[in-house]
């Protein structure tokens, strides 16, 4: 078969032939994305990287069984991803999708709603009608997250970004509320009171919002959950010890690891139904997987989720 095979971390994945995986359940790879997740790999900075090579990325994808069902398969540590023209898969890591489901949205959608909807779901005690914050909505995954937490029955989802081109999209699908990220008084006066923040930018992002926000939190023994999803604004993040004290603060991570998998793997069927009623915008383009060199390269810090699809 062939495959994207990672020979060296410091040089994209290449077009190449690669032994097909074998087993009881491999399955025809019809689209696999290329997540930020998938991009850690590849580079061995993900902190679940081994340092092996060589390897073919990607964590997840949608493929046709022998038996003709198109499934969402979520596979586990393996240097055998899903970048590829054959997969071996765990049937218990795997949705049954509808047949006209289109497989290009369903590979873009799935990781980047599951970061919220895991988080939601399972990570914290999420109750209907509470407030979220999403610090990093003009993302693909922020933008989900929007929906979903709307979905999830939010009474308020607040939107923070820098883009505001982006933003001004936003309330169309379920925002109540946007606000540009670099304005910290206005980011302060929008999220005083909310619940949850999902947080997709950590670093210099987190670090100036959370005091903005509370400084103006009229009750700060009011429980606020920050959850930790992605990393786009930095690594580390810097907190003034007083905030930890002077508010009813809880900071917890949203990942692999803290979420056990047969956790994520329970919530996949009903997420991927979800998603499959459609209503969700998610910015997808298919690239054929022979283009993989080009395309890791040119999609490098754009806004749009490529998915590999058969060459």
């Known amino acids: 078969m062939h495959a994207a ?38 580079d061995g900075t993900h902190y679940e990287s ?23 398969f979520v596979l586990p540590d393996t240097l055998l991803g899903s970048m590829a ?9 795997c949705a049954v999708l509808p047949a006209h489901v289109d497989p290009v949205t369903i590979a873009a959608a799935m990781n ?41 029955g939010a009474k308020q989802v607040i939107a923070a970004g820098r883009n505001e081109a982006r933003l001004a999209e936003l309330e169309a699908i379920g925002a109540d509320r946007t606000v540009v990220l670099d304005d910290t008084e206005a980011l302060g006066a929008a999220a005083a009171e909310v619940d949850v923040v999902l947080d997709y930018l950590w670093g210099s992002a987190a670090a100036a919002a959370i005091p903005a926000i509370l ?14 999803i992605g990393s ?14 002077a508010a009813r603060l809880q900071l917890v991570g949203s990942g692999q690891g803290s979420v056990p998998t047969r956790e994520i793997v329970a919530e996949l069927s009903e997420l991927a139904a979800h998603i499959a009623q459609g209503g969700y ?16 390269t040119r999609s490098l810090g754009s806004s749009e989720r490529v998915v590999f699809v058969p060459a």
């Open 5 to 42: 095979v990672v020979r060296s971390f410091t040089h994209p994945p290449r077009y190449e032939e690669f032994p097909t995986p074998e087993g009881e359940h491999v399955v025809d790879v019809l689209a696999a994305a290329l997540h930020p997740r998938v991009r850690s790999t590849a």
């Open 50 to 72: 081994t340092g092996e090579l060589p390897l073919i990325p990607g964590i997840d994808g949608v493929g046709r069984t022998a038996g003709g069902e198109h499934v969402y």
């Open 85 to 93: 023209e054959r997969a071996a898969v765990d049937p218990r890591r």
């Open 112 to 152: 980047p709603a599951m970061s919220s909807w895991i988080a939601l779901r399972r990570r914290i005690a999420f109750e209907p009608g509470q407030s979220v914050l999403v610090l990093g909505a003009t993302g693909n995954a922020g933008q989900l997250a929007v929906q979903i937490a709307k979905h999830l």
């Open 215 to 228: 400084t103006r939190r009229p009750d700060r023994g009011r429980p606020l959950t920050w959850v930790e």
């Open 232 to 245: 786009m604004a930095g690594l580390e993040l810097p907190v003034q010890s007083q905030w930890l004290r």
């Open 281 to 296: 915008t998610i910015d997808a383009s298919p690239v054929v997987l022979s283009d993989v060199e080009d395309a890791w």
